[in-house]
C-alpha cells in the first residue's frame, strides 16, 4: 500500500476528512456515501462492541441497550480526558476505558474508513483545532492539543501539523474566488465559534507561505452545544427538578450535566442515582426528581438533549416550536417561539459577535474593510447571528455555502501544499 495524507476535521458534533484520491483532493465517504460522521461513539453492553457516527446514534436511539457518547472533543484540556469510564456488559464483565482511549476508537474509525476510501495508507494529517480549545487559559489550551496530539499518534500518525479551523475554511472558500477579497470567516460549531481576517486571491492560493494574509484569529468555546444546554435549562431541566424552591435545594451541578453534551455519560452510575434519591427523601414535590432520576437510570439522556438540539435547529426556519416530551412523561410537551429563543441566547450570541467585530479590530482594519463574511459550521445557520453581522458589516457580503465540508476542504489543500 502507498503511503498518503489527510486533512482532518475532527468536530465536537460531526468530523470530515480530505483525502487524495485519484490525484485529487476529495471528501472521504465516511459513513456509507456520506462525506461527515457524527462524532459519536456508541458502547453496545449486549454485543460488547462499538458502533461510530449515525449508526451508533441509531442505535441508542432505538434502544439497542448501551452507552453513547457525543462532544468527546469538549473535553480537551480538562483532566477528565484521563478519567476512566466504566461499563458493565450483559454478561456482567466490566470494560474500562479513558477518555483517551474512546478519543482514540473514533479518530481510529476517521482513519481506516478514509484509508479503505482511497486505498492506501495515511500517516500524514493537517489536523484542525479551534483558535482556543479553552477560554482565557493557555495552559489548558496547550494541553489540548497535546493531548489531542498524543491520540493521533497512538492511531498512527506520524507526522501531523495543527491548523486552526477558520483559516482552513479560508482556504476552501479561496479556492472558489475570481479576484481579491478581504474575508472574515465566521465558523460556528457545536463547540466553538472561530474567527478569521484572511487576505484572499486567486494568487495568493498558490503561495506558499500565508503567514502575511492571515491578518487575525480568534475564537471562544460557545457555540450550538451551549445553545442546547441554555434551551435545556430554560424549558426542559425545570420540569425535572431543577430551580424548583424549598428547604433543599437541589445542586445544580445534577442538571448542568444533564443538559450538556459531553457530560452526560458522567450521571449514569449508581453513586448519582444514590445520590438523587436521597436528596429527593428531603423534597416537597417528589415528582419532578423522580423524573429526572428515570431519565439517569434509563440513560436517556442524550435523547432528551436531541429533542431539544432538535426544535432548536427546526427554529432556524420556523417560529414556532413544540417539544415532544413523552419520553419524560406520557403527553408532556414544552412550547418555544424562535422570539424566546433569541432570548435565551442573546447574551451568548452577544460574546459570539464580539468576538468576530474584535478579530476585524485586530487585523487593524474597519468594519467597510470587509468585502466578504464566509460563514460556515452548522450553528451559523441561526438567523439572529446573520442578522447582527449584517448590521455591523452593512456593505459585506454573506456566503454561507458548504456548511459542513468547508474546514475540511480547507484542511486538505493544507496537507496538499505541506505533504505532496
Ligand atoms: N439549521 C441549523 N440551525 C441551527 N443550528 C444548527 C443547524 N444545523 C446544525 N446546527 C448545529 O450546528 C452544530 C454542529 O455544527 P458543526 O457540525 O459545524 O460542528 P463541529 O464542526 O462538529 O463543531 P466544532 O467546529 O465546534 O468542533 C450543532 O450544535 C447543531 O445543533
Ligand atoms: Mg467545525
Excluded at 486533512?7 to 470530515?16: A, E, K, R, Y
Excluded at 439497542?64 to 464483565?93: H, I, Q, W
Excluded at 437541589?250 to 444514590?274: C, D, G, V
Aim: charged share 25%; net charge neutral.
Amino acid at each position: 500500500m502507498k503511503k498518503s495524507y489527510c486533512g482532518l476535521d475532527f468536530g465536537t458534533s460531526n468530523s470530515t476528512v480530505a483525502v487524495l484520491k485519484d490525484n485529487n483532493l476529495a471528501m472521504a465517504e465516511l459513513e456509507q456515501k456520506h462525506t461527515t460522521i457524527p462524532s459519536a461513539i456508541f458502547f453496545d453492553m449486549n454485543k460488547g462492541d462499538v458502533s461510530f457516527g449515525r449508526k451508533g446514534v441509531s442505535l441508542y436511539h432505538n434502544r439497542a441497550g448501551g452507552r453513547l457518547m457525543r462532544s468527546l472533543k469538549s473535553l480537551l484540556g480538562t483532566s477528565t480526558m484521563e478519567d476512566m469510564c466504566r461499563m458493565t456488559l450483559a454478561t456482567g464483565e466490566n470494560k474500562i476505558f479513558s477518555y483517551t482511549d474512546i478519543l482514540g476508537m473514533f479518530i481510529k474509525h476517521l482513519k481506516t474508513q478514509s484509508e479503505e476510501f482511497i486505498g492506501d495508507s495515511i500517516e500524514q494529517a493537517v489536523v484542525g483545532r479551534p483558535v482556543h480549545f479553552v477560554d482565557y487559559n493557555k495552559t489548558a489550551d496547550n494541553l489540548a492539543q497535546k493531548q489531542l496530539e498524543k491520540v493521533l499518534q497512538q492511531q498512527g500518525f506520524k507526522d501531523i501539523a495543527f491548523q486552526f479551523e477558520p483559516v482552513a475554511a479560508a482556504l476552501a472558500y479561496e479556492s472558489t474566488v475570481s479576484k481579491e477579497e478581504t474575508v472574515l470567516i465566521v465558523d460556528m460549531g457545536g463547540g466553538t465559534s472561530d474567527f478569521s481576517v484572511v487576505r484572499i486571491s486567486p494568487q495568493r492560493h498558490l503561495k506558499a507561505n500565508r503567514k502575511e494574509d492571515i491578518l487575525a484569529n480568534d475564537g471562544v468555546h460557545i457555540a450550538g452545544n451551549d445553545f442546547d444546554r441554555l434551551l435545556s435549562v430554560d424549558k426542559i431541566m425545570p420540569l425535572l427538578g431543577y430551580g424548583v424552591g424549598g428547604h433543599t435545594p437541589i445542586p445544580n451541578h445534577y442538571f448542568m450535566r444533564l443538559a450538556s453534551w459531553q457530560e452526560i455519560q458522567t450521571l449514569y452510575n449508581r453513586k448519582t442515582i444514590r445520590e438523587l434519591t436521597e436528596i429527593n427523601r428531603a423534597v416537597e414535590n417528589k415528582k419532578l426528581l423522580e423524573r429526572m432520576i428515570k431519565v439517569i437510570e434509563y440513560e436517556e439522556g442524550h435523547l432528551l438533549a436531541a429533542c431539544v438540539e432538535d426544535a432548536k435547529i427546526k427554529l432556524t426556519s420556523d417560529n414556532q416550536q413544540t417539544i415532544g416530551l413523552s419520553l419524560i412523561e406520557d403527553g408532556l410537551v414544552a412550547s418555544l417561539t424562535r422570539q424566546e429563543l433569541e432570548q435565551t441566547l442573546a447574551e451568548k450570541v452577544g460574546i459570539i459577535i464580539n468576538g468576530a467585530t474584535r478579530t476585524v479590530k485586530d487585523a487593524g482594519l474597519q468594519a467597510n474593510d470587509i468585502q466578504t463574511i464566509f460563514m460556515t459550521g452548522g450553528s451559523a445557520s441561526i438567523p439572529v447571528i446573520r442578522k447582527n453581522l449584517q448590521q455591523i458589516f452593512p456593505q459585506a457580503n454573506i456566503n454561507n455555502a458548504d456548511m459542513f465540508g468547508s474546514v475540511g476542504k480547507g484542511l486538505g489543500i493544507e496537507a496538499n501544499r505541506l505533504f505532496h
